[in-house]
C-alpha cells in the first residue's frame, strides 16, 4: 500500500509528496540540511546558506554527482536503462566534463593532480564503477527519487527535506523491505559509525516517513559508495525527541543570530576553510 501511494506522483519531484502545501502562516520553516549544517558548524551554515557569493567545488561536486546516480536511479525506475556503465559514464561526463561527454578524458584519467577540478573528475569515475557495482548486486525496485516532503515537526516550526531513494528491496530470505536510503558519495574519516546512527538528516527522512505512511516496518540505510558499504540504523521515539529538540534549539540560535564556533581537527577538510580564516586577518 505504501508502495503504490509513494508511486502515485512519482514523476512530481518540485511538488511536496503527497501532501497539500502547509499553511506556513506565522511559522517557522527550515530544511534538515539548514539544521544539520548548523549543528556541523554555525560557519558552515552561515557560508553554505547565506553567503550566494562563495562556490566551493566540493558541493559542485557532490551536487553533480548526485544528479548523476538520480538520473540513472530515474531510468532504471521507467525500465529504460540496459547498459548501466555506459548510461553512468555519459551522465557523469555530461555533468563534469560537459562539451567533452563523448571524449575518453572519461575513461583515460590523468594520474597527476592538476587542479581540484580535475581530481574530483577522478574521483567522480571511481564513484559511478563502485555505484554500478553496489546497484546491480541487490535486487530493488525504485520507488522514489529525490523527492522533497514537509512535515509540522513542531506546533510553530514546519521541517523540510528530501527523501534521496526510497525503494523495495528483496531479502535474501525472500521477504521484502521498503528503505529509505542516503547515498554518501565521497569519504569523511567524521563520519563515523557514531556519527552515522545519529546523523541528523537520517532521524528526519525516518521520521517523516513514519507521520506521512505509518508504516508496520522499514529500514534506514545508508550506502557509502567510496567504501561499496551499506550500512542499516534503527531509531526509536528517544531520537525523534532528540530531533524536535535540535531543531528548536537550531531555529532559537539562528533566530537570535546567535554564531558561536570552534576552530578544530574539521576545520582542516571544510571547503569553506580559506573563507573563514580571512575573518581573522
Not at 531543531?247 to 554564531?259: E, H, K, M, R, Y
Request: one cysteine or more; charged letters at 25%.
Amino acid at each position: 500500500m505504501i508502495k503504490k501511494e509513494l508511486q502515485k506522483e512519482r514523476n512530481t519531484n518540485d511538488l511536496y509528496i503527497l501532501t497539500e502545501p502547509l499553511d506556513t502562516t506565522n511559522k517557522i520553516v527550515i530544511d534538515i540540511e539548514e539544521v544539520a549544517d548548523y549543528c556541523f558548524c554555525p560557519q558552515y551554515y552561515r557560508f553554505k546558506h547565506n553567503n550566494t557569493d562563495t562556490i566551493n567545488m566540493k558541493t559542485l561536486y557532490d551536487k553533480a554527482i548526485h544528479r548523476t546516480f538520480y538520473s540513472y536511479l530515474i531510468s532504471f525506475q521507467e525500465g529504460k536503462l540496459k547498459n548501466t556503465l555506459g548510461f553512468l559514464k555519459y551522465q557523469w561526463g555530461k555533468e563534469w566534463i560537459k562539451s567533452k561527454s563523448k571524449s575518453n578524458l572519461l575513461v583515460t584519467p590523468s594520474s597527476l593532480k592538476r587542479d581540484s577540478y580535475d581530481e574530483k573528475r577522478r574521483l567522480g569515475i571511481k564513484a559511478i564503477f563502485n555505484f554500478d557495482e553496489i546497484m546491480s548486486s541487490e535486487k530493488q525496485i525504485p520507488i522514489v527519487i529525490n523527492h522533497k516532503y514537509e512535515i509540522e515537526i513542531l506546533p510553530n516550526i514546519i521541517l523540510r527535506g528530501t527523501w534521496e531513494y526510497i525503494r523495495e528491496v528483496t531479502l535474501e530470505t525472500g521477504g521484502k523491505v521498503i528503505q529509505i536510503v542516503k547515498i554518501l558519495s565521497e569519504s569523511n574519516r567524521f563520519y563515523t559509525s557514531h556519527a552515522r546512527q545519529n546523523d541528523i538528516t537520517l532521524v528526519a527522512d525516518a521520521y517523516a516517513f513514519m507521520k506521512l505512511f505509518n508504516p508496520t516496518y522499514f529500514q534506514v540505510v545508508n550506502i557509502d559508495v567510496s567504501n561499496k558499504k551499506s550500512f542499516i540504523s534503527t531509531y526509536t521515539e528517544k531520537d525523534f525527541d532528540k530531533l524536535k529538540q535540535t531543531i528548536q534549539s537550531v531555529v532559537t540560535c539562528i533566530q537570535n543570530d546567535i554564531n558561536c564556533w570552534t576552530p578544530d581537527i574539521k576545520c582542516y577538510n571544510c571547503e569553506f576553510r580559506n573563507d573563514c580564516n580571512r575573518l581573522f586577518q
